[in-house]
């Protein structure tokens, strides 16, 4: 079988859903075809962590369109089949079902498969990962039919949502973090010791500096974790939240530039270094300017979102380089966090009101100029202190310390600075 259009999309998750809505709404009208590995239309994932796990949202509150929108805009879906190989000499993109497709140009929109446990009884059932429609349902089920014994493997953003939605449906929660604080890939030490002591308060176990030796089961299903001190904590279920590992083996195998572990490289543009591909979100490793240009993959709606914002509008005529102010949000318990900008390499965590307020701001400096931002429940200083991280702000800790003064009003003559904040 063939097939031909001339855009093809590889995953339709939000970088791959969003870069086709953006082509028709810059008045594209070639064809656009979007293949899917999973079998579901283009769904929200934040969700799958939150509401969905919760079961306050059903699936169709996830979709990112309508069923109707997608034939209505001519853009054709192929679900249930990954793009397996691709040959960019004659631009043709094979599938799992064998069918070719020939394209004109290629969006490499894959995301990343959760990163699994090496140790053994990593495959046994009741062993969860938190990255598709199909996980969650798996994870419920086992909820529904009793399973209420719960650990969770990995103290980052999913790990912690889901530890507090399971919380509250009444699990029993133990999360189990090898670093020695949760989320230190992400974010500073306030911000971890509040969410620890958060998590704490409402009844979880939480363990940082945890070495987990091994997974055991009965009659090949989970019951329970061996630590390497030789601790057994029982389980009915565990949740592995340790990260994910870009899907881009099939454009690494191709030629193009980066690796299985780091992504696929691309240039300000989003393009890969094959003709005519680009790669957009969670699998591509970018310069990032909010990062003092390093080379980083961003796991963000936002990034995935404006990466492919900005291939649609390129491929429209209005070339355009990725220069995205990065934003994520996470929601624990009541507990809105809000995040612009990026912490990495910060030299000076400036709190700002109170943690035991349950409202207050983290301001991450480097070299004096605001980077990022985490504000926990306050969602003003996360509106008004964007402006400060776009511009790499120079302002004095003391004033950002004084909640009783509006980071907007920050932003007068003596903290702005020229040049912008990331070329240092
Ligand atoms: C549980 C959870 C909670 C999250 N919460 C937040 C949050 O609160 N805020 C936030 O900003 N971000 C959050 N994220 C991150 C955010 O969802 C991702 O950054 C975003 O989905 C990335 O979009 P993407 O298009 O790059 O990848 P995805 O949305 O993952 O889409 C990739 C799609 O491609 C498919 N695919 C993979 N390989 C192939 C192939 N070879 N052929 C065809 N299809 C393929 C995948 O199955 C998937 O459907 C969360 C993620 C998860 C999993």
Redesign the pocket.
């Known amino acids: 079988m063939a097939g031909t259009a001339d855009i093809v999309i ?7 859903a969003q870069a086709a809505i953006a082509l028709r709404q810059h008045g594209f009208t070639g064809s656009i075809l979007i ?4 079998p579901d239309l283009p769904y929200e ?2 969700p ?3 509401g969905y796990l919760s079961g306050e949202k059903t699936f169709e509150r996830l979709l990112l369109r309508p069923a109707a929108f997608w034939a209505e805009r001519g853009i054709g879906l192929v679900l249930g ?4 190989h691709v040959d960019p000499a004659v631009k043709r993109l094979i599938l799992s079902d064998g069918r070719v497709i020939s394209y004109g140009t290629l969006i490499w ?4 498969d959760p990163r699994r446990l090496t140790c053994d009884g990593a495959d046994l059932a009741g062993v969860h990962a ?3 429609r199909a996980d969650v349902d798996r994870l419920v089920h086992e909820l529904r039919g009793g399973a209420r014994r719960a650990v969770i493997i990995g103290g980052g ?2 790990g912690l ?1 889901a530890a507090a939605v399971l919380t509250k449906l009444d699990c029993s929660v133990v999360v189990l973090e090898a670093a020695s604080r949760v989320l230190a890939r992400v974010a500073g030490e306030v911000l971890s010791n509040f969410y620890e002591a958060e998590h704490r308060a409402h009844g979880v176990d939480l363990r940082t500096q945890a070495s987990i030796s091994h997974l055991f089961g009965t009659d090949g299903h989970v019951s329970g974790v061996c630590m390497e001190d030789g601790t057994v904590i029982p389980a009915d279920l565990v949740i592995v939240g340790i990260g994910i590992e870009p ?1 881009v083996a ?1 454009l690494i195998a191709a030629g193009a530039e980066g690796t299985a572990h780091a992504g696929v490289r691309v240039n300000a543009q989003c393009m890969t270094s094959l003709p005519d591909i680009y790669a ?4 591509a490793a970018h310069e990032n300017a909010f990062a003092g240009g390093e080379v980083m993959r961003l ?6 979102n404006d990466m492919a914002a900005t291939v649609a509008q390129s491929l429209c005529g209005d070339a355009r380089v990725y220069e995205a102010t990065p934003w ?4 624990q318990y009541d507990l809105k966090l809000q995040t612009v900008g990026l912490s990495r390499g910060h030299d000076q965590a400036v709190l700002r009101g109170d943690p035991a307020d349950r409202s207050f701001s983290v301001i991450y400096l480097r070299g004096g100029r605001v980077i990022a931002i985490d504000a926990v429940n306050r969602v003003k200083d996360y509106v008004q202190g964007r402006k400060l991280v776009e511009l790499g702000a120079h302002v004095s800790p003391l004033r950002l310390t004084d909640v009783t003064a509006p980071l907007r009003d920050l932003l007068d003559d003596d903290v702005l600075v020229s040049a912008p904040p990331l070329d240092t």
């Open positions: 590889v995953g339709g998750g939000h970088g791959g293949v899917g590995r999973e994932r934040p799958l962590s939150k089949r990954a793009g397996t929109a894959t995301g990343g938190v990255r598709t953003y999913i949502e899907s099939p957009i979100g969670d699998c796991e963000s709606v936002q990034n995935a994520f949000w996470s929601n």
